[in-house]
C-alpha cells in the first residue's frame, strides 16, 4: 500500500468530511473531497483515485446509483459510508459493487482501519491473486480442491459456493448474491440452505488445511474468501 494513496471522500456534511479529511491526512494519506453527488463519477474518470468514501444519502445523485455507474467502468476500491442500518441497503450495496460499508456514527480510526484493510486486500491485486491461486487448486471436473498435496472431494454445490467466492478474494457476497450464481434456474432457496452448504464446506477445508480460515462469515452482509484475515 502507497502512504500516498489518493482517497475521494464523498461527503456532504462538512464537519464529517472535514474530520475523515484530517484521520486521513494524518495516517498519510492523499484526500480531496466532494459534496455532491452528481461530481462523483466525472472527478473518478479525471483524476483516477485509490479508493473512494462514499456516503450513501447525496445531493444530486445518491450514493447506490453512483457505486453502479463506477463499477460500469473502473475497479476502484468502494466503502460504503450509511446511516442506514437496515440490512436490505448494506446488502444492496455490496451488491452493486461496493468492497465493504461503515455505519454512522462511526469511529474516525475505525474508518482509517477500514481504508488501510481495504486497500492491503484490493491493491496489491497481483500479490494477493498469487497467494490464493497458490494456496488452493480447484479441479472442476471432478469438483476436487488440492492443496499441499493433499486433496478433498466437493458436491456440486459446495464446489460451485468456493469456486464463486475463491476467484474473487475479500470480496462480500451476500446470500441471495451467492443462490443467484449457484442457482441460475430460479428455484426457490432459503438463506439457511446456503449457511448449510457454507458450514460444510469450511468443515471440508479445514480438513484439507487444518487451522486455516478461509471463508469468513461478515455480519448482516453475507461471506467472503480471504485466507489472509483473521477468523471473523
Known amino acids: 500500500m502507497n502512504e500516498a494513496s489518493l482517497i475521494l471522500i464523498v461527503e456532504d456534511e462538512q464537519k464529517l468530511a472535514t474530520l475523515a479529511e484530517d484521520y486521513l491526512q494524518n495516517a498519510g494519506f492523499a484526500t480531496a473531497t466532494l459534496g455532491e453527488g452528481n461530481a462523483v463519477v466525472p472527478w473518478v474518470k479525471q483524476q483516477h483515485p485509490d479508493l473512494v468514501l462514499l456516503d450513501l444519502m447525496l445531493p444530486g445523485c445518491d450514493g447506490l446509483t453512483i457505486c453502479r455507474e463506477l463499477r460500469s467502468f473502473s475497479k476502484v476500491p468502494i466503502i460504503m459510508v450509511t446511516a442506514r442500518i437496515e440490512e436490505i441497503d448494506r446488502l444492496l450495496g455490496l451488491e452493486m459493487g461496493a468492497d465493504d460499508y461503515i455505519c454512522k456514527p462511526y469511529s474516525p480510526r475505525e474508518m482509517v482501519a477500514r481504508v ?100 469468513h462469515s461478515v455480519y448482516g452482509a453475507g461471506y467472503r474468501y480471504d485466507p489472509q484475515r483473521d477468523s471473523d
Open 116 to 215: 488501510k484493510a481495504v486497500l492491503r486486500r484490493l491493491q496489491p491485486q497481483a500479490d494477493n491473486d498469487e497467494h490464493h491461486v497458490q494456496l488452493l487448486t480447484l479441479d472442476a471436473n471432478s469438483f476436487r480442491v488440492l492443496a499441499a498435496g493433499r486433496e478433498i472431494e466437493l458436491t456440486s454445490v459446495e464446489f460451485q459456493l468456493l469456486q464463486v467466492l475463491y476467484r474473487q478474494p475479500g470480496r462480500i457476497f451476500s446470500r441471495s448474491a451467492l443462490m443467484d450464481q449457484i442457482y441460475q434456474d430460479q428455484r426457490i432457496v432459503s438463506d439457511r440452505t446456503i449457511d448449510s452448504h457454507i458450514k460444510k464446506l469450511r468443515k471440508k477445508l479445514a480438513e484439507l488445511l487444518p487451522g486455516q480460515e478461509l471463508i
